[in-house]
């Protein structure tokens, strides 16, 4: 069946680093990708989404490109701040959605 | 304010008892999905009903049931209840039924079984 596999957390920066979380996907056909976050204490939020193969979704200064060559939906952000500190979930939609376990993000000032 | 309101926020109980999670989805909104997240198994989808009848399954245990009622508020059953139930349980709504709907999620109800 359909699956989302994430890289385990916690991920712990600095403020300003790079970020990067992979996600890799597994589908029968062709889903929309999506990066939910989740801050302390509160529901999941939609980052960004991407529909089909090359889309890239934005937000927040947040990037992900839906690679289908390598069933990849990485999140990247150039220049972190602690106030992203929160939990990333990845997931994908064919007839239903299917999440990623989450990678908790810790930003250091 | 994502528009979902969960009620309640906190329920404590113990093994064997039977509980009522609810679940009011933004206005307009006619799809109701339940997703249970526990620290090992991370975010699980149950169970999705659009304008009252069942949409789509994942894995909900027997012991599970939901509905959703005509005026669109979902209920989620858990009953026979057992250590291992405790976790958060997110209720989210979206307007249709397609692939690319936008998912608001309610801020979830914590349940802890003694």
């Known amino acids: 069946g359909d699956s989302v596999t994430q890289m385990e957390g916690p991920v712990t920066l600095s403020e300003e680093a790079f970020l990067t979380i992979n996600c890799t996907y597994t589908?029968?056909?062709?889903?929309?990708l999506f990066w939910y976050v989740q801050y302390p204490g509160e529901g999941l939020q939609l980052l960004l989404k991407?529909?089909?193969?090359?889309d890239k979704g934005s937000n927040k200064g947040f990037e992900a490109t839906y690679r289908k060559e390598t069933t990849s939906f990485h999140l990247e952000k150039g220049s972190v701040q602690v106030s992203d500190s929160a939990v990333y979930f990845c997931?994908?939609?064919?007839?239903?959605?299917?999440f990623g376990k989450g990678t908790r993000l810790h930003i250091l000032p | 304010d994502s528009g979902v309101t969960q009620t309640p926020k906190h329920l404590i109980t113990a093994t064997g008892q039977r509980v009522t999670l609810r679940c009011s989805p933004r206005?307009?909104?006619?799809?109701v999905y339940w997703y249970q997240q526990s620290l090992d198994q991370g975010l699980q989808f149950l169970i999705q009903?659009?304008?009252?009848?069942?949409?789509a399954k994942g894995n909900i245990l027997e012991r599970f049931s939901a509905q959703q009622f005509p005026d669109l508020h979902s209920e989620l059953n858990l009953s026979s209840l057992e250590l291992g139930d405790s976790a958060l349980y997110f209720c989210?709504?979206?307007?249709?039924?397609?692939?690319?709907?936008?998912?608001?999620f309610g801020s979830g109800t914590q349940l802890s079984v003694l």
């Open positions: 989210a709504s979206s307007a249709g039924q397609g692939g690319n709907e936008k998912l608001f």
């Open positions: 589908a029968t056909g062709y889903p929309s």
């Open positions: 991407a529909t089909k193969a090359d």
């Open positions: 997931a994908l939609r064919d007839d239903k959605i299917i």
């Open positions: 206005s307009g909104d006619l799809s």
């Open positions: 009903y659009y304008n009252g009848e069942e949409r």
